[in-house]
């Protein structure tokens, strides 16, 4: 089965540096979303990506945050300075039409 | 404020027993709800999705059910494996794919030997 594929597995990373999450959706797909999950808490929903452009945000998807799709397959989720509070695990997941959504194994960012 | 709330949090059972995990969820507008399975360390797999007019949907030994009149869904695992063992997440969408996305809590399942 198809699946999204997400690098690195594990980041771990100094308070106020960059980071940049890598994320390969499945080939067809239109749609490209993020999501992160604080340990112990419920998944929350980022931003969503459509077209080439955001289609949607939460209010946690503030200006430190961005995404990119720099190419055909890459979809990136950038944060600028990086905050204690955004150490988490990082869903990538991408769909079809048929509005169901395949996740990746996430990136579990830790910010020291 | 658009809320899913899942019980129990966690639960134990033996290796070929059934369990039933419940979800109620006051998310509106209402377009389709969800179960996910995660692995630890992994993301959430697609186990169902049914829409308002879908009482029951299958996916092998997985049964969702749904009332939307009381908003309460239901997923049970019928002669659970020791691979059964997960977290159970229960979401509910209100429009279109993924940006419109409520996420439970989820309820941890572990299948003993």
């Known amino acids: 089965e198809p699946e999204v594929t997400q690098t690195p597995s594990h980041q771990v990373t100094q308070m106020g540096q960059e980071v940049i999450l890598r994320c390969v959706p499945i080939s067809n797909h239109l749609y490209f979303y993020w999501y992160r999950q604080i340990l112990g808490q419920k998944v929350e929903f980022l931003v969503s990506?459509?077209?080439?452009?955001?289609?949607?945000k939460s209010e946690i998807f503030d200006d430190q945050f961005s995404v990119e799709r720099p190419d055909g397959s890459n979809f990136t989720l950038k944060i600028r300075s990086t905050k204690l509070e955004d150490s988490a695990m990082y869903f990538c997941?991408?769909?079809?039409?048929?509005?169901?959504?395949?996740f990746g194994s996430g990136t579990q960012l830790s910010v020291l | 404020k658009n809320q899913v709330e899942q019980s129990p949090q966690s639960l134990i059972i033996l290796e070929g027993k059934n369990c039933t995990l419940q979800?109620?969820?006051?998310?509106?507008?209402?377009?389709?709800l969800r179960w996910y399975k995660q692995d630890t360390g992994r993301g959430p797999v697609s186990l169902t999705i049914?829409?308002?007019?879908?009482n029951t949907k299958s996916n092998g030994r997985y049964t969702a059910t749904l009332d939307a009149d009381t908003k309460q869904s239901s997923l049970h695992i019928t002669a659970s494996q020791l691979s059964d063992s997960a977290s159970y997440i229960c979401v509910v969408s209100q429009g279109a794919a993924g940006n419109k996305l409520t996420f439970g809590g989820g309820t941890r399942v572990l299948v003993k030997p």
């Open positions: 049914m829409t308002f007019s879908e």
């Open positions: 990506f459509y077209n080439n452009e955001i289609s949607e």
């Open positions: 997941a991408s769909s079809d039409l048929d509005e169901k959504l395949f």
């Open positions: 979800c109620n969820y006051t998310v509106s507008p209402f377009s389709n």
